[in-house]
Every structure is written in structure tokens, then in C-alpha cells.
């Protein structure tokens, strides 16, 4: 069993930068393909990032490419989220999830999921 911690969230005006985190407990994190996703209001859940257990291939979704950052340290079975020239249109709860599959832009990729952190963009 693996569980997640999300760290991080909170208000920021539109243009401002966040970072959220993710600790893992488990010993295979290093193993694992983690991801992160987020879910507006009234929206489903959707990919946002994905990181490869070596760290050395990353996916971001459209909306989060040359903005967001995602990065490991599997000594410290931690995943992170750095996240600049956000908009409005970034609110949303973050979720992080662990042990991706094949396909890890999928959320049913996930077998493990965090408790979420809300990130609220002001405008």
C-alpha cells in the first residue's frame, strides 16, 4: 500500500508561481510512474503531468507546457509540481497519483491517489 501526501497549494494571483509536493510512503516509490492531475469545479479530472520512475522522461498535458515543472527525488520519495505564470484558469485541486501504468496521461493508469490540494488563481 502506498500513500500520498499533497503539500503546497494555496491563493496566488494570476501570473505568480506555486509548488506543490507529494510525499510517498512505500518502498518501491522509486519504481513507480507518478503523475499529477487536477479537477475544476463542475469538470472531470484531468492529466496535468507525469514523470517516469528515472526521472528522465516527463509528459505534460497542452495546457501545462512551458509553465509547469514536474520532478522527483526518490531518496526522499518525494514528486513535485512547480507551477509559474499561472492563470484563473489553473484553479483546481491537485491530486497526486502513484504507479502509472502504460499510458500515463490516463488517470486509470493510477492505482494510488492523494487527498488533493487546493490551488486557487486570482485574477
Known amino acids: 500500500q502506498v500513500q500520498l501526501v499533497e503539500s503546497g497549494g494555496g491563493v496566488v494571483q494570476a501570473g505568480g508561481s506555486l509548488r506543490l509536493s507529494c510525499a510517498a510512503s512505500g518502498r518501491t516509490f522509486s519504481s513507480y510512474t507518478m503523475g499529477w492531475f487536477r479537477q475544476a469545479p463542475g469538470k472531470e479530472r484531468e492529466f496535468v503531468a507525469a514523470?517516469?520512475?528515472?526521472?528522465?522522461?516527463?509528459y505534460y498535458a497542452d495546457s501545462a507546457k512551458g509553465r509547469f515543472a514536474i520532478s522527483r527525488d526518490n531518496a526522499k520519495n518525494t514528486v513535485s509540481l512547480q507551477m509559474n505564470s499561472l492563470k484563473p484558469e489553473d484553479t483546481a485541486v491537485y491530486y497526486c497519483?502513484?504507479?502509472?501504468?502504460?499510458?500515463?496521461?490516463?488517470?486509470?493508469?493510477?492505482?494510488?491517489w492523494g487527498q488533493g490540494s487546493q490551488v486557487t488563481v486570482s485574477s
Open positions: 497519483a502513484a504507479k502509472g501504468g502504460v499510458a500515463p496521461m490516463l488517470a486509470s493508469s493510477y492505482d494510488y
Open positions: 514523470i517516469r520512475w528515472s526521472g528522465s522522461t516527463t
